[in-house]
């Protein structure tokens, strides 16, 4: 037992070095674990990070990038959000976790589990028939919800909406997997194929996730009945509020905040002192109006700064066998959001009242 204790409070000690902010909902999901599943808290752990690194990536470039805070998914004391960002914070973070263990189990990492091999042998199509070492995705999601929710102890209805949430994102960990296939024949002549199930890369996860996020839907609940508290006149209002939501939609309850502005109380650091892009090589055109999004339409000025950037450079191969290179200094511009005289500020503000995202 003692062993035991020190295990999990190593693993959390570690981890939350390591991960700094993102520690509280990493111990959180260590924490919430039976103790028969300490095996896999290192798992949970790097998935709940590979989550949060994922949402920051598809949220780099918008008002709201996916803060720290964002990381404290427990509705425990805490001001219980169900906003749209909420419900992809959900859903990435249950599929990293889920992810990760899949991929851990496929690695050999834990000997409780191996690949999938229940179907090994079936005819799957038209040429080809099961085989090979399938990720085990049935273990990953097993195990991930013993850990991802438990955090949820509530009954009401922005429980329910996370927990809904936190199923999404482990079907759109199934919902993304790949077929490999090996062929065999008569001098590669590939007249039959062995196939298996692969896990996706999880950026794809993340983009299908995003795109998920973008038509998320929003629950629209009868207050008067809401307010009967936890009768059945509630619990009637919910379900009737979840009865055309399908079951990979991400839903939420309340509308987003203005994240052009700061709000300490509720975690937002607003858009002042955020980079913006405007020019370079291989931008999309979302990234090309980032310094109008996080910028102008927030009220703020877009201002140049140039900034000295030391990187590698006139590598050159020594026999034998090292590279050496030269420290190259370069300056380059960026940009950032900027206060700007307020006048003009109010006035721009007003002129793009209801751009919340």
């Known amino acids: 037992m003692r062993s035991s204790t020190f295990l999990l409070f190593s693993i959390v000690g570690i981890y939350g070095a390591v991960l700094n902010a993102a520690a509280w909902s990493v111990n959180n999901f260590l924490m919430t674990g039976p103790k028969a599943y300490l095996t896999y808290s290192s798992s949970v752990a790097a998935g709940a990070q590979s ?7 598809q949220f780099g470039w918008e008002r709201w990038n996916c803060p720290e805070s964002a990381l404290q998914l427990s509705t425990h004391n805490r001001l219980r959000s169900a906003t749209r960002e909420t419900s992809f914070v959900h859903a990435i973070s249950s599929a990293g976790v889920m992810y990760t263990l899949t991929r851990n189990c496929s690695m050999g990492d834990f000997e409780s589990c191996s690949c999938d091999d229940s179907r090994n042998g079936r005819v799957g199509g038209r040429g080809w028939v099961w085989g090979g070492c399938s990720d085990n995705v049935e273990f990953g999601e097993r195990i ?12 009401d209805t922005r429980a329910l909406i996370n927990l809904h949430n936190n199923e999404v994102g482990r079907l759109a960990v199934k919902s993304t997997m790949k077929r490999a296939c090996k062929c065999h024949g008569v001098s590669g002549s590939c007249s039959i194929q062995t196939c298996w199930l692969q896990l996706a890369d999880f950026r794809e996860i993340g983009n299908y996730l995003k ?15 809401m307010r009967a508290g936890n009768s059945a006149d509630s619990r009637g209002a919910t379900a009737e509020a979840f009865h055309h939501v399908h079951s990979t939609e991400l839903v939420f309850l309340e509308d987003s905040p203005d994240y052009c502005t700061r709000n300490a109380s509720l975690g937002h650091h ?7 892009l405007q020019a370079g090589k291989n931008l999309s055109q979302w990234e090309r109006r980032s310094c109008r999004r996080l910028c102008t339409e927030c009220g703020l000025k877009v201002e140049e700064r140039r900034t000295e950037v030391v990187s590698s450079c006139n590598c050159k191969f020594h026999w034998c066998c090292t590279v050496r290179c030269e420290q190259c200094r370069q300056l380059v511009a960026k940009h950032f ?16 009242k209801g751009h919340r995202r």
């Open 211 to 225: 795109m998920k996020y973008d038509q998320a839907h929003k629950l629209e609940m009868d207050k008067r009945r």
């Open 270 to 276: 607003g858009t002042e002192g955020r980079e913006c």
């Open 337 to 352: 959001c900027a206060r700007r005289d307020a006048t003009v500020a109010n006035h721009t503000k007003r002129r793009n």
């Open 51 to 57: 989550g949060m690194e994922e949402c920051k990536f």
């Open 144 to 155: 991930s919800k013993l850990f991802v929710d438990a955090l949820e102890t509530g009954h």
